[in-house]
């Protein structure tokens, strides 16, 4: 299957950090999507990029395709308590999505 | 605003019984998913579905796995023998097809955590 490496594996951040967030592939992707996944409960939809180049915020996410197509970042500004999760990059085909193994995010108050 | 909802949410079986999962998909979407999570890894991809058969399974998709939709509403995922290893959170997800905004989306449901003893 397509391997996407997401990096870092795990972060503690102090509240108020800006958070960055990476993956990459040796497959192209026609979409990047983000996702965080808190605990017991199914990914939730983030932000969707669909074209090479593409910069989208969602409030303090921001998130950009880049223009190889084969990597992503996402930031969070000025991250606050509710921040905490898990965040899956996932890269998109014409069938499927891969994901990534995972972003843990941790803030200390 | 609509969603996907997965029956049970946790299923405790025995090795070797028979575990069939089920989804409701978003009632206009038309690509269906079934995803797994074993605790503390990652989403990984088991088969996706449209027009009533399969489009594209994984490697962990193998002949102990079956899905169905057996009517107009419902998608489901049969594990037939189940052992330890299929212990994992079942993810099923639905898109809408065509037109490059609603392609790449995924929404998926809370999970049925399958526990097998």
């Known amino acids: 299957g397509q391997q996407l490496n997401q990096s870092p594996q ?30 017991g409960e199914g990914p939730v939809l983030l932000i969707a990029l669909y074209k090479a180049g593409e910069l989208t915020s969602n409030g303090r996410l921001t998130a950009q395709f880049g223009i190889t197509r084969k990597d992503s970042f996402l930031n969070i500004s000025a991250s606050i308590p509710s921040d905490v ?20 995010v941790t803030v200390r108050a | 605003e609509p969603e996907v909802t997965q029956t049970p949410s ?31 890894q990652k989403v990984e991809f088991l088969v996706s579905f449209y027009n009533n058969e399969i489009s594209e399974k994984s490697e962990i998709f193998d002949d102990q796995f079956s899905v169905e939709r057996p009517d107009g509403s419902n998608f489901t995922l049969k594990i037939r023998s189940t052992k330890l290893e299929d212990s994992a959170m079942y993810f099923c997800a639905s898109r809408l097809a065509g037109g490059p905004v609603q392609a790449g989306e995924l929404f998926f449901g809370e999970g049925s955590r399958l526990t097998v003893l």
């Not at chain 1, 972060?11 to 108020?16: A, N, R, S, T, W």
């Open chain 1, 10 to 39: 795990s972060m503690f951040i102090q509240e108020g950090e800006d958070v960055s967030m990476n993956c990459t592939s040796s497959s192209i992707f026609n979409t990047w999507l983000w996702y965080k996944q808190e605990p």
């Open chain 1, 85 to 104: 999760g898990i965040y899956f990059c996932a890269g998109g085909g014409i069938y499927k999505l891969s994901f990534g193994a995972g972003t843990t």
């Open chain 2, 10 to 40: 946790h299923q405790v079986t025995q090795m070797g019984q028979e575990v069939i999962l089920r989804c409701v998909p978003i009632s206009n979407h038309l690509y269906f998913y079934w995803y797994r999570q074993i605790l503390g």
